[in-house]
């Protein structure tokens, strides 16, 4: 839990920050933006040394310390002579990457103020770390910067995009989602800028380009870093030059959209790994929100058990919903995050009769189903005749789980990534459901 007070509709926040310089330069302070030390031009801190990654490492203030965190560098970086790639300083320290020797010095905690509202938008959440967030989210919502969502898998990463747009002067104006993971390669420069009518095979007609749909408003590229590589260029001059050409055609068209960006992946880490644009990345990145996952703010959880009832059209009904079960959800690692305890609602909710308990927590796993049915919609045959009430929803759970992770795999053709995509779930959790139930999977990789 983090240190916070509140004082009107301002909490006050304590972090711990400090400052850094390399050999003798100038000092750079370090607050709750993070600091970006590396090779490349654009980073906070550039340090000349061509034993230096482009993007090398990240500093930010938090409640524990300086956050020092390697950015997947080609030659590390060092404290004490020890290869770090997440620690905290809290002390003078003095650390190494590359041959360039970085000096730390900490500054006494402080309190700085954080909005006390408990939601954004369509975002909710009472904890620190989220409301921070919001407060964020609040400055840069009026504004026209781009903006880099980072975070697991269902941690509501649209819903952040969706409250910016929201909170803008464009939020009357078109909202255009792209989800760039579900491109195919060959296809990737003519969904986002459009094609003429056969400009190639298979295109009997003319397709308007995302950013022209999207113009006056906000274009939103969901997983970014499944972008082709040899399409970056293309969308980086896009946003650059605020105009598109599409394939086939032979003119540009300005457009005026702002841009949103949000990944699972550590694009800093494709930068270094060379599978993602270093320039690409700057652009995106003017602003960074990095979303939180469920396990990290369960104090959370019942207030957006409450937002989704209310959005499934009966707030009321979280007076249904026992104290016990809101103790066995804070205790769950909800590997899916906000989206499965989304979907874990829905489900009791709609099983529910109208004086019964709404047990959330019986439902756990259930991503996208109901547990009465299996995942092609049959019913489950199991027979609850004279069996326990436990035994019998173990069976029916487990039932549940075997179909719709037969069938995603089915769908998915056994690739792993494209699972986890699916279902919203991290990709260790997924295996983890095929080796129980013996189902078999594909071997893949990043």
Not at 267 to 291: G, P
């Amino acid at each position: 839990m983090l240190d916070a007070t509140v004082a009107g509709s301002k909490t006050r926040l304590e972090v711990r920050g400090g400052r850094l310089r390399v050999a003798k330069g100038e000092w750079c302070e370090i607050g709750t933006e993070p600091i970006i030390v590396g090779r490349n031009a654009a980073c906070q801190v550039v340090i000349d040394d061509s034993k230096v990654s482009a993007v090398h490492a990240e500093f930010v203030a938090t409640p524990f310390g300086v956050r020092v965190r390697d950015l997947g560098s080609r030659n590390g970086t060092y404290v004490g002579g020890v290869r770090v790639g997440d620690v905290y300083l809290s002390a003078n320290t003095k650390l190494r990457i590359g041959e360039s020797e970085i000096h730390f010095e900490p500054f006494r905690p402080e309190k700085v103020s954080i909005s006390a509202i408990p939601a954004f938008g369509p975002l909710v959440g009472q904890s620190a770390p989220m409301r921070a967030i919001f407060d964020r989210l609040a400055k840069i919502a009026p504004t026209d910067l781009t903006v880099l969502i980072q975070g697991e898998t269902g941690t509501g990463k649209e819903l952040v995009a969706q409250a910016i747009h929201l909170g803008s002067s464009r939020a009357k104006k078109p909202f255009v989602v792209v989800d760039c993971g579900s491109i195919p390669p060959t296809l990737a420069e003519a969904t986002l800028f459009g094609h003429e009518r056969g400009a190639f095979t298979g295109a009997v007609d003319k397709r308007l380009s995302p950013f022209e749909e999207a113009n006056g408003g906000t274009i939103f590229l969901d997983e970014l870093g499944e972008l082709p590589l040899e399409v970056q260029p293309k969308l980086l001059r896009a946003l650059a030059e605020r105009r598109v050409k599409s394939v086939g055609g032979s003119n540009y068209r300005e457009v005026d959209v702002r841009v949103l960006a949000a990944t699972r992946r550590d694009l800093v880490r494709a930068v270094n790994a060379n599978t993602f644009r270093s320039d690409l990345y700057f652009r995106v990145a003017q602003v960074k929100i990095e979303m939180i996952s469920l396990r990290q703010r369960v104090e959370d959880i019942p207030v957006l058990v409450r937002k989704m009832l209310k959005d499934l059209g009966d707030e009321s009904a979280y007076d249904r919903v026992s104290t016990t079960t809101l103790e066995r959800l804070m205790r769950h690692d909800w590997p899916g995050n906000v989206r499965e305890l989304r979907n874990a609602v829905a489900v009791a909710f709609a099983l529910s009769a109208e004086e019964e308990e709404v047990d959330i927590a019986a439902h756990l796993g259930a991503l996208s189903e109901s547990p009465a049915t299996a995942a092609g919609g049959s019913p489950i045959a199991i027979s609850f005749k004279g069996r326990p009430f436990q035994e019998a929803k173990r069976d029916v759970l487990a039932r549940f789980e075997r179909d719709y992770f037969a069938a995603l795999a089915d769908e998915a053709k056994g690739n792993v990534s494209e699972m986890a995509r699916r279902a919203g779930m991290e990709r260790a959790h997924v295996r983890a459901y095929l080796r129980r139930h013996g189902i078999g999977a594909k071997q893949d990789s990043d």
